[in-house]
C-alpha cells in the first residue's frame, strides 16, 4: 500500500484547528477556523477526491478523537467524507489511548514499533493507507521516509503562530508535482511526491540570463 498525508494548510504553513475555534485550542491557539471563509464547493469536491483514492486510514490520538467525535455524528449516505471516515478500517497511533478510547467502528490500535508496524502495513497489497491532520504523526513518518505522496489544499490566509506540517527543523526535501489545480477562492490543491533537494543558480551566458 501507498501512504499519503492530506492536509489543510495556511499561506504560511499552519494546519492546527482549521475548521472550527475549539477543534484544537492546544498550545493556547486561538486562531481556529482560519479556513471557513475561504471555503466553497471546489474544496468539498477535492477533498471528496481525498478520501475516494484510500482504502484505510491512519491517525494520531487527537486527530481520531477530533473526528470520531464529530464524523460519526454525520449519518448522511451522500456524504462522501463522512461514509469513508465511518466505514474504511482505521489504525489509531497512540500508547495512551488503551483500547477503550480505540471504540469507532473497525479500529486497531499501534501502540508500540510505529514505525515496523506502519512499514508491515505498506507492504500489504492494496491501495492507500491515508493520514489526515495528526501532524506530530504526519512529521514521523516523514522523517522515516515513509510518506509516499502529500495532497495539500493550501488557503489564502496568514495564521502566525500553530502546528505545522514542516518547520525550520525539516530536513531538506524536493518534490515531484503530480497534480496542481487552483479554485476560484483562491485555494491551491498540490498533489506532490518527495524527491531530493536540489539547487541551482542563474548566469548571464552570450547576453542572456540563464540557468547555469
Avoid at 471516515?85 to 514499533?113: F, M, Q
Avoid at 518534490?175 to 524527491?195: D, K, M, N, Q, Y
Amino acid at each position: 500500500m501507498e501512504l499519503s498525508v492530506n492536509t489543510l494548510l495556511s499561506l504560511d504553513g499552519v494546519m492546527q484547528g482549521p475548521g472550527a475555534p475549539d477543534e484544537d485550542t492546544s498550545g493556547g491557539f486561538t486562531r481556529g477556523g482560519w479556513l471557513v471563509p475561504h471555503a466553497d464547493e471546489d474544496m468539498g469536491r477535492i477533498v471528496d477526491g481525498w478520501f475516494a483514492a484510500g482504502e484505510a486510514l491512519l491517525f494520531g490520538r487527537s486527530t481520531y478523537a477530533m473526528m470520531r467525535d464529530y464524523w460519526r455524528e454525520v449519518t448522511d449516505p451522500g456524504d462522501r467524507v463522512a461514509t469513508a471516515l465511518n466505514s474504511r478500517p482505521k489504525y489509531l497511533v497512540s500508547t495512551t489511548a488503551g483500547r477503550t478510547g480505540a471504540d469507532w467502528g473497525d479500529t486497531t490500535l499501534i501502540a508500540e514499533d510505529v514505525l515496523g508496524s506502519v512499514r508491515a502495513l505498506k507492504e500489504r497489497p492494496g491501495g492507500e493507507i491515508q493520514v489526515h491532520g495528526s501532524w506530530r504523526l504526519a512529521r514521523t513518518l516523514h522523517a522515516a521516509g515513509l510518506v509516499d505522496v502529500f495532497r495539500l489544499l493550501v488557503f489564502p490566509t496568514v495564521v502566525g503562530d500553530g502546528k505545522r506540517l514542516f518547520d525550520e527543523r525539516t530536513e531538506p526535501l524536493g518534490f515531484t508535482v503530480e497534480g496542481s489545480a487552483a479554485t476560484p477562492a483562491g485555494l491551491l490543491s498540490l498533489t506532490l511526491r518527495p524527491a531530493p533537494f536540489t539547487t541551482g543558480g542563474f548566469g548571464v551566458v552570450d547576453g542572456r540570463e540563464t540557468v547555469l
